[in-house]
């Protein structure tokens, strides 16, 4: 497919990442010319200095005849105008990143009037990634599938925990519960395990399940969750205002501390039920005098990484339950849990997991659509959902006969309010949700490429 993208920054640049590995056409629009020289160098991708919004710019990135446009700059009404001209021009599909919070609740009329497909809010989707996991902090992060039937969380066992040196194939039985795991990091190395796979110390799972079974295992272990009924949350930006709002409506205190004052009376203004602090969140004495060892958690949310990192590690000396840290460099995450920072989040990638979702999903059009893509292990797995079609030419046969291809599993399938774990003698129904898990060298589009 041909795909423009308009604004390499931090998502952009993500972006451009996953679709040229992927063997599209891509050409990388952007006002600054040195950063369309670094990354025509590193991905080997077709690059212009321009305005994006620009006609003669966009007709001479293609957009006459591209498939999809993608305009992730730092300005929404940039975004929404690049959308509008490419198409004009005759752009097949476009993507618009809208952050403010006013456009936001006018996606519908945008997608009407203006003809945008797809409007990504980094700021709002990393707020509803970080409320799941509040609602379980016994993982490190939280997925959900089939509108929410399904989890897919992130757990690490350390020496002495109860899984540790468990065959997998045991799991269900011991504990009298229905899980899979469907994932496996140890060190470097990612497995999509089998029954066999016996655990070791510091391996993160992935594990699928319906979230009272998952409760329910998590109890058995002995490692129950306490309920988290209060959240610090430090820097008041876009995302602590979206999360506030979410936990807020789920009855759990709020207090955030913000450094500028400005900021901070705003944020008191659109959250009275919340309680805002003006002060400075590297401030250990501040943290302490706010209350940081009475809280459930602290979530790190100021606009610079190493900020994060300080205070999340801060708040892991005072005892905190959950400490979550909102990271933008991804080449960060590999040494953080090295210090123990483990539940971390990326705006970033989260919004280049939906668009990616769109893009595999507009290129199997005619095929079982992608509902749900998560990149996983640091992104060398994916785990996706389908809803079957009729063109799967696999439906109603037994899973024992069809030939899936290797390192991939079919983690779970939903039938209308039931799920199953599938067996040799389970099938594959018209209408099903369908979760996969394979490896990301994959890039599986539709239902159709399980099979080897």
């Not at 006609?55 to 006459?64: D, I, K, R, T």
């Not at 905190?320 to 080449?331: C, E, M, Q």
């Not at 079982?368 to 992104?379: H, M, R, W």
């Not at 291809?405 to 039931?418: D, E, P, V, Y």
Request: hydrophobic fraction near 45%.
């Amino acid at each position: 497919m041909k795909i423009i993208i308009v604004g390499c920054g931090k998502v952009g640049d993500l972006l451009t990442s996953y679709i040229s590995k992927e063997g599209h056409d891509v050409v990388v629009v952007d006002t600054d010319s040195q950063i369309i020289e670094d990354i025509v160098n590193e991905y080997d991708v077709m690059g212009i200095a321009g305005n994006g919004a620009s006609n003669s710019v966009q007709l001479e990135a293609g957009a006459n005849n591209a498939d999809l446009l993608i305009a992730v700059t730092a300005q929404d009404e940039l975004n929404i105008m690049c959308c509008m001209v490419a198409r004009k021009l005759g752009t097949r599909h476009t993507i618009a990143r809208v952050r403010n919070p006013d456009y936001s609740e006018q996606i519908v009329f945008m997608r009407k009037e203006f003809g945008i497909s797809m409007a990504v809010n980094p700021e709002f989707d990393a707020a509803h990634e970080i409320s799941r996991i509040i609602q379980f902090p016994a993982a490190i992060k939280v997925d959900t599938f089939a509108k929410g039937r399904v989890d897919l969380v992130e757990i690490k066992i350390g020496k002495g925990h109860p899984l540790c040196g468990r065959r997998l194939s045991e799991l269900s039985s011991v504990y009298g519960v229905s899980i899979l795991v469907c994932a496996v990091r140890r060190g470097d190395e990612v497995t999509i395990p089998s029954g066999d796979f016996i655990t070791e110390a510091d391996d993160i799972l992935h594990i699928t399940a319906p979230h009272s079974e998952l409760a329910a295992f998590f109890k058995k272990l002995g490692i129950a969750e306490k309920r988290i009924r209060s959240v610090m949350i430090i820097g008041g930006g876009k995302i602590a205002f979206f999360l506030s709002k979410m936990l807020i409506s789920l009855g759990i205190k709020v207090k955030i501390v913000e450094a500028d004052p400005e900021r901070a009376n705003t944020l008191s203004e659109l959250l009275p039920k919340a309680m805002v602090i003006q002060g400075d969140g590297t401030d250990s004495d501040i943290l302490i005098e706010e209350g940081v060892d009475q809280v459930d958690a602290c979530v790190s949310l100021t606009g610079i990484d190493e900020e994060n990192i300080i205070i999340s590690m801060f708040a892991g000396t005072r005892k905190v339950d959950k400490v979550i840290t909102k990271i933008n460099h991804l080449n960060m995450m590999k040494m953080l849990s090295s210090i123990g920072l483990e539940c971390i989040v990326s705006p970033k990638n989260i919004s280049a997991n939906n668009i990616l979702r769109y893009l595999r999903g507009i290129e199997n059009s005619d095929g079982s659509s992608i509902q749900t893509l998560y990149k996983i292990v640091d992104g060398k797995a994916e785990a996706l959902e389908f809803i079957a079609a009729e063109s799967f030419g696999y439906l109603s046969m037994p899973i024992k006969d069809i030939k899936l291809k290797k390192n991939l599993l079919l983690a779970c399938i939903i039938r209308q309010s039931k799920i199953i774990y599938p067996h040799g003698s389970d099938t594959i129904e018209l209408g099903d949700s369908v979760i996969v898990v394979a490896k990301s060298d994959d890039a599986l589009r539709g239902l159709e490429d399980i099979i080897a």
